[in-house]
């Protein structure tokens, strides 16, 4: 019985382990994590139907496994329709394999959440803004990028590379 038990209990616990979450946040949210970030964040916004933004965050993931030392967080928001949040976006992540912070924004007026990540965000997707609060670094990208692309901004948000 205690092997059992034992048994059941290492399941669970690697279950949670290994078990994404998904956070349901507001705009005003996602600002705050970013203003208060000690550290340099990527925060990509993309959703489980858009085929670029599947493909590039792979990139993203490799990218920032390298720069660990400098502690690069991947903040994944997903602005997946209410449908989606939260069995299907974490589908995805399992499914694919995808590590990072994870947030599915509950908005629906673009016109009102897109300005506050930055002024020009027409609302495309994959976005991807890179902030380090410490540098004063900010650079917004409203398209899909490479991973060479990813490579060198990460490399700048970092202060790595020119």
Known sequence: MKNFLLTVYLVLLTSLAFCQTVKKVKITEV?????????????????????????????????????????????????????????KIADVIKRRNFSGTFFWLNETNAD???????????????????????????????RPLTDRQIELEVGRLTGLKQ
């Open 31 to 87: 600002e705050d994590y970013i203003k208060n970030s000690d550290h340099p964040l990527v925060v990509n916004f993309w959703a489980t139907w858009c085929t670029p933004c599947v493909e590039e965050l792979p990139f993203f993931i490799e990218t920032i496994k390298r720069y660990s030392e400098q502690k690069v967080e991947l903040v994944m928001v997903s602005l997946d329709l209410p449908s989606s949040y939260p069995n």
């Open 112 to 142: 009102y959440f897109c300005p506050k990540v930055d002024a020009k965000w027409d609302g495309a997707i994959p976005s991807t803004l890179l902030v380090n609060s410490k540098t004063g670094y900010r650079k917004f990208f409203g």
